[in-house]
């Protein structure tokens, strides 16, 4: 009944449970969620999700109650997702599934952590293509291809974009989240003066925070209705793109947040080369079969939270004595 309701109520663009793809392993179906809701549930469940609440999202390892942390951002994307995706809809499960699996695969230390992981490997490292490593093969969960591939795809980097419009929601909702709430972390973090933001970026979305997700939000919303596809409007999206390259230039490359990035390097590119050189400290869960040393260090160390990361370097490349 509630999957007829879908084909019922939802937009065209919008994806079916019913209509799913098959998993890589065939099983049985639920008999009081969809396919999507059961995706949902498997990573809200897991490991690798719950170690989010000690990862970073911007400010490394923060000390204050209030600081955005991987898990809390999460969250938030998971909400203006769902936001956009009922205005539009959507599929809401599985905007959901999507939004809460996105950052999955982040190393330590945010974007510092894939920084450190990229030049280890022939290929490369990108969180959220080991986000999926992580749901097909570290902690295999056996989801739906359409929630895999909106993670995958979760990155602005990757092409092609994700084939489903929840996908796409996320992605905007990502940028949305983190925008405002980096910008009130960086305020409370004394980095930040919102008198120093462009005045005609402000003009466009309002001053730092809620009035930011409230102005993104509907201009995700209006556009997509008149375009019959999950988009924005082009200046909209220049303006946003904008708004982007500035918290860059002066909240994530400040100068102190590098010295910062540069610490978080030498920890975990320390701690691989550790792990590699004795594979046997490496948790079974990550030392599987086929995957060399390198790439079970790598898996181990992607894995930790920052605190967990600080206190293993620490066990290891402390000068004994020291204090």
Same mark, same amino acid.
């Given at each position: 009944m509630r999957e007829a309701e879908e084909d019922a109520l939802l937009s065209p663009i919008a994806a079916?449970?019913? *209509? &799913?793809?098959?998993?890589?392993?065939?099983?049985?179906?639920?008999?009081?969620? /969809?396919?999507?809701? *059961?995706?949902?549930?498997?990573?809200?469940?897991?490991?690798?999700?719950?170690? @989010?609440?000690?990862? /970073?999202?911007?400010? @490394?390892?923060?000390?204050?109650?209030?600081?955005?942390? *991987?898990l809390t951002h999460t969250l938030q994307v998971a909400q203006v997702g769902r936001s956009i995706a009922s205005a539009l809809a959507l599929n809401e499960p599985l905007t959901e599934a999507i939004c809460l699996g996105h950052d999955i695969g982040h190393a330590p230390f945010g974007h510092t952590g894939e920084d450190a992981l990229a030049p280890l490997l022939e290929g490369g490292w990108q969180h959220a293509i080991h986000g999926v490593r992580i749901v097909e093969v570290l902690e295999p969960l056996n989801l739906t291809p359409e929630v895999r591939d909106g993670i995958r795809q979760s990155s602005w980097r990757n092409d092609p974009p994700p084939t489903t419009a929840e996908g796409m929601v996320c992605r905007f909702a990502d940028r949305i989240a983190y925008l405002a709430h980096d910008a009130q972390d960086a305020q409370r973090a #004394?980095?930040?003066?919102?008198?120093?933001?462009?005045?005609?970026?402000?003009?466009?979305?309002?001053?730092?925070?809620?009035?930011?997700?409230? &102005?993104? @939000?509907?201009?995700?919303?209006?556009?997509?209705?008149?375009? #019959?596809?999950? /988009?924005?409007?082009?200046?909209? @999206?220049?303006a946003m793109h904008e708004l982007r390259t500035w918290m860059f230039e002066h909240i994530y490359l400040r100068e102190e947040a590098r010295a910062q990035s540069e610490r978080g390097v030498r920890v975990i590119q320390d701690l691989v080369g550790h792990f590699r050189r004795h594979p046997q400290q490496i948790p079974d869960a990550y030392r599987l079969p086929g995957s060399s040393d390198l790439q079970a &260090?790598?898996?181990?160390? &992607?894995?930790?939270?920052?605190?967990?990361?600080?206190s293993a370097h620490d066990q290891r490349f402390r000068p004994a004595g020291l204090y």
């Open positions: 079916r449970s019913a *209509r &799913a793809r098959p998993r890589d392993v065939d099983e049985p179906e639920d008999p009081y969620r /969809t396919a999507y809701e *059961r995706d949902r549930d498997r990573i809200l469940h897991c490991k690798a999700f719950r170690r @989010l609440k000690h990862k /970073t999202q911007v400010f @490394l390892n923060p000390e204050g109650d209030h600081f955005v942390t *991987r #004394g980095v930040l003066d919102p008198a120093d933001l462009p005045a005609h970026l402000i003009d466009r979305f309002g001053p730092p925070g809620r009035a930011w997700i409230a &102005a993104m @939000l509907t201009m995700v919303v209006d556009a997509s209705v008149e375009a #019959g596809e999950v /988009t924005m409007r082009p200046d909209d @999206l220049v &260090a790598v898996d181990y160390v &992607a894995g930790m939270s920052d605190k967990y990361a600080i």
